[in-house]
C-alpha cells in the first residue's frame, strides 16, 4: 500500500482565499484524522472519522473549518476564508484493522500552509 | 485536564552516547501509550505501543518502557539517522479510536 496520501504537499495563499487540502486514507482503513502541527501547540485533533461518518470535530477551531468524507478512500479539509493564523502543517492520519493493528494511527506527509 | 509533558525539548548527543527522553502524562483511563519518530518535513511515523505499566518494547537502539506516571524512550549508543523528532502520545479511555492527545516531541540531534 502507498500511505496515507495528502495534496498537496504545499500551499500558498492569500487572506480571505479558500483552500481545500486532500487526503486518501490507507485502503480499509476505516478511521480518518485529521491534525494540525504548529511550533507553539504541537499536534492537534481537529476532527476524526469513522466509516465516512464525523465523530468528534471539538477540535475544530472555527467555523471557517469544515472537513468532509464522501467516500471511504477520499476526505477533504476547507477552509474558507483562511487568515494568517491558519499557516501550520495539516497532517491526514488513518488507523484500522487493516494489517491486524488495530489503533495505530497512519500519517500521510502533511500539507504545509502559508496564508499570506 | 488531561495532558502529555515531554522532555527535554531539545537533546543533543554525540554519537555512541547513550541517553533517555521522558514522556510523563496525566488521562484519564489510559488505553495506550504511543511513540513517533517525525523526520523533518515528513509525518510521524509510528515506533512502539505501551498499554500497561511495566510494559517494555524494544526495535533496534531504541527501548520503550511505562510505568503509571511516565514513559522513557531510551536510546543506546545512537546514530546520526536516529536525530529526529521524538513524539509521544497517550490513547484515553472511552473506547474510542481517537482522542490521542500528543506531547509537543523531543528534538534529538545525535552528532558523529
Known amino acids: 500500500d502507498a500511505g496515507v496520501i495528502q495534496s498537496p504537499r504545499h500551499e500558498v495563499t492569500e487572506m480571505g482565499q479558500e483552500v481545500t487540502l486532500r487526503c486518501k486514507p490507507i485502503s480499509g482503513h476505516d478511521y480518518l484524522f485529521w491534525y494540525r502541527q504548529t511550533m507553539m501547540r504541537g499536534l492537534e485533533l481537529l476532527i476524526y472519522?469513522?466509516?465516512?461518518?464525523?465523530?468528534?470535530d471539538s477540535g475544530m477551531p472555527e467555523d471557517r473549518f469544515s472537513a468532509k468524507m464522501p467516500n471511504a478512500s477520499f476526505s477533504t479539509l476547507k477552509i474558507q476564508p483562511s487568515e494568517p493564523r491558519d499557516s501550520a502543517v495539516y497532517f491526514c492520519?488513518?488507523?484500522?484493522?487493516?494489517?491486524?493493528?488495530?489503533?495505530?494511527?497512519?500519517f500521510g506527509a502533511g500539507t504545509r500552509l502559508s496564508v499570506l | 485536564e488531561d495532558q502529555v509533558t515531554q522532555s527535554p525539548e531539545a537533546l543533543r548527543l554525540q554519537e555512541g552516547e547513550s541517553s533517555s527522553l521522558n514522556c510523563s502524562y496525566t488521562?484519564?483511563?489510559?488505553?495506550?501509550l504511543f511513540w513517533y519518530r517525525q523526520d523533518p518535513g515528513k509525518g510521524p511515523e509510528f515506533l512502539f505501543t505501551?498499554?500497561?505499566a511495566g510494559e517494555e518494547k524494544e526495535k533496534e537502539r531504541l527501548k520503550a518502557t511505562l510505568t503509571k506516571k511516565e514513559s522513557f524512550l531510551h536510546i543506546t549508543a545512537p546514530k546520526p539517522e536516529d536525530s529526529a523528532t521524538y513524539l509521544c502520545?497517550?490513547?484515553?479511555?472511552?473506547?474510542?479510536?481517537?482522542?490521542?492527545?500528543f506531547g509537543k516531541g523531543t528534538k534529538l540531534s545525535v552528532k558523529p
Open positions: 472519522f469513522n466509516n465516512n461518518v464525523p465523530i468528534d
Open positions: 488521562v484519564s483511563g489510559l488505553r495506550g
Open positions: 492520519a488513518s488507523s484500522g484493522i487493516a494489517g491486524g493493528t488495530l489503533s495505530i494511527q497512519y
Open positions: 505501551l498499554y500497561s
Open positions: 502520545a497517550v490513547r484515553r479511555g472511552g473506547g474510542s479510536q481517537g482522542n490521542l492527545i
